[in-house]
Every structure is written in C-alpha cells, then in structure tokens.
C-alpha cells in the first residue's frame, strides 16, 4: 500500500487524504472565506487618507479579531475549524503588525507579536492532532501495510493522539487566560494613542513596505538548496508576503498583483501534503520515545518512516514544479505590480 502511495506522487495524482473531511488547509479556500474578518474587503484600508490612521482602524481590527478567535478555540468543545481560524488570524496580525511597525514603539510590537507568537504556536501545535487524529481514523498511513498489525493498535495510537489533543487544547485556554490578565482588550484600545503621526498617505507608505517585503521573499526563494527545511522557509515567506499584500488597498491590487496573490496561494495549497506529512511523522517520531511495548513501538516506528517518506516525496515533486521560470515570472509581477501602478 505504501508503494501505492509513493506512486501517487510521482504521477502527480492526489495522494489518499483526509481531505474533503477535513477544514481545508491554508490555501485559497482559506483566504476567500467571507467570514473571516481579517480578509481585504473587511479592513479599514482606505488609500488617501492618513497612514497613522488607517494603521491604527486596520491594527485594532485584526487584533481585535484574533482575541474574538482566541475566545471561541479556548473552550474545550471548540471546532477544530475554529482552532485553525485562531493560527490563521494570529498569523495575519503578525504579518500587520510587521508591515506596520515604522508607526509603531518598538516596545509596542515587540511585546504583541510575543503573544501573537505563543497563540500561534498553541493553535498550531492543536490543529497538528486534530489532521493526524483525522489520518489516522481513516488509517493513514494503512495497517493493511503492516502485516502483523490489527486495528487495535491504530486504535491505541489514536488514543494517544486523544490525549495530546486535550493537552493542546488545555494550552489554547491557558494563553486566553494569560491574555486576559496582560490586558488584551486595553492594550488594543490604547493603540491609537501609540501609533506615531506622519504626513504620509496610506497607500505610499504600503508600497513602501510591500517593496520590503518582496526583497525578504525573492532572497527566500532564490535558494539553491531543495530539501525540506528549505520548503518550510519558503512556504513561510510565501505566506507573510500573501498576508502582506491583503494589506494592500483593493483598487490597487492590479492584474500583476493579483496574479502573484494567486501563484501564492497555489504554492500553499501544493505544499499542503508535505506539512501534512511533516507534522504527522514529527508527532509520530515523538511518540516512539514513550515507554510502550514493542508491538506498538513497532508500529509506529513505520507510521513514522512512511510519514517522512511521504513527505520527503512531496518535497521532490513541488520542487519540480517550481521552477526557475516560474520563480521568475513572480519576481517580475511583483516588480511591475508595485512600481508601475
């Protein structure tokens, strides 16, 4: 069944998922979503007027939205859905607040983005259980593959994922408790009074960031170097430029723009079997450091190996894929889209 799978890959054929079953991943069905607050047509982006000012509407906004996530994945039947809002949202407001931060008191920055940082961290540790929970009820990677095994010990497997599942999730409610005791609500409202005042309007003073944040993401993608670790950063950089030109006014986002936006987002959606994999073999490989008896060390042992192979394998086929061209004609939108508008 493993060799099935392997096959899948390399023909480029979807790989037997939980997709369909699950959220979908960061991809465009994310972003789209009309109920999510942080999307373009719903911030306060507004091209005449002040920087100061639009950064202060846009900043509560999001930071407001992200406490409102946070409140509803603390709760201990929250949605899974509901979980991966919360990291979305986080990861947005990060991404504002860098674009941002020119206006802003470093001290003012720094200490948000820590916090931001630590829900992003909790949400994403908890949604990395609830896909592998979901894998596994579906019995991905197949027992059928390991000739000694019974359902039973999927079945233990997935109880431990359980009870890592109800840990995360215990974090979520700890950091909405530290939230509330740092004052959340209060340090959102007090923005207005932090945001420094500059005769500059909004979209240029945008622009000017977006050109920051391009450099960050061709230096990112111009690497040499294919392997894993290399995907990650590029998927990551991939995502704070996406997140980055949501901050761009709507009637500014040309065809060169939107084109990228749309190469960006069908970048995180190629890569979303290989941090699925990613995250389900490092869950896995931790798993075997338990005190557990052989049979069932055995198993996951092989869950874990077929994981990173799988993962390794969807490494392979995104690289080739994106291309040198591919990278270049970006480069180019990007360029054309911010300069010549």
């Known amino acids: ?12 054929s979807p790989i037997n998922s939980v997709e369909g079953k699950l959220p979908p991943r960061d991809g465009p069905g994310y972003d789209q979503e009309a109920d999510l607050p942080s999307s373009r047509k719903q911030l306060p982006l507004y091209t005449d007027h002040l920087a100061s000012d639009v950064v202060t509407t846009t900043l509560q906004t999001l930071l407001n939205t992200m406490w409102k996530a946070c409140s509803a994945a603390s709760e201990p039947a929250a949605h899974p859905e509901i979980v991966r809002r919360l990291r979305v949202t986080s990861r947005r407001t990060l991404v504002a607040l860098s674009v941002f931060s020119p206006l802003l008191p470093k001290a003012v920055v720094s200490s948000f983005k820590q916090q931001l940082r630590n829900v992003r961290r909790a949400a994403g540790a908890t949604r990395d259980y609830d896909v592998l929970s979901d894998r596994l009820h579906l019995h991905i990677p197949p027992a059928s593959d390991l000739h000694i095994v019974h359902d039973l010990f999927v ?70 170097k294919k392997n ?114």
């Open 1 to 12: 069944m493993i060799n099935e799978q392997i096959e899948e890959h390399r023909t480029g």
């Open 155 to 224: 079945d233990q497997i997935l109880q431990l994922v359980v009870e890592q599942q109800s840990k995360k999730r215990k974090s979520i409610h700890a950091m909405h408790s530290e939230l509330l005791s740092w004052n959340w609500p209060l340090r959102v409202a007090a923005i207005k009074n932090q945001v420094q005042p500059k005769k500059i309007v909004y979209l240029k003073f945008v622009r000017d960031q977006m050109k920051k944040s391009r450099t960050k993401f061709t230096k990112v993608a111009n690497s040499t």
């Open 228 to 341: 894993p670790a290399q995907l990650h950063r590029l998927r990551i950089a991939g995502k704070k430029l996406r997140y980055a030109l949501e901050l761009m006014p709507e009637e500014h986002m040309n065809h060169s723009l939107q084109k990228c936006q749309a190469g960006l987002q069908k970048i995180q959606k190629k890569l979303g079997n290989f941090t699925d994999h990613t995250a389900a073999s490092e869950i896995l490989k931790q798993f075997s450091k338990e005190p557990l008896a052989d049979d069932m060390l055995f198993v996951i042992h092989k869950m874990q190996r077929e994981e990173h192979k799988l993962a390794t394998l969807s490494c392979r086929q995104f690289f080739g894929w994106w291309t040198g061209k591919r990278r270049r004609s970006m480069y180019k939108r990007l360029e054309k889209g911010l300069d010549n508008d």
